[in-house]
């Protein structure tokens, strides 16, 4: 397992800490502090060990399973990267 704590996204947005603790409070769950920091830490990561995964073994990648606020709010950060990127043209 690939484990990467660096930062790869100065502003995380929908994946931050604070943001999963309040999605997960609206899905009805309770994240932790710890816990919120170490889930946006690996999302904020996961494409990127995805891409590796995907080159080292040749193979696409399966995403790890989260809780499914996480995902609705990993497709949420999906969108603001791509809306913030668009400035620069396409990708």
Do not use: C, N
């Not at 999605?23 to 690996?42: F, I, K, M, P, T």
């Amino acid at each position: 397992m690939l484990v990467e704590r660096g930062i790869f996204y100065w502003d995380p947005g929908a994946i931050g800490p604070k943001e999963l603790e309040t999605a997960a409070a609206q899905s009805g769950q309770r994240l932790s502090g710890e816990d919120a920091e170490g889930l946006s830490a690996r999302l904020r990561s996961r494409g990127f060990r995805q891409t590796v995964v995907s080159h080292v073994a040749d193979e696409p990648a399966i995403p790890e399973q989260v809780p499914s606020f996480a995902a609705a709010a990993y497709l949420r950060f999906q969108d603001q990267s791509r809306a913030a990127a668009e400035p620069f043209g396409p990708g």
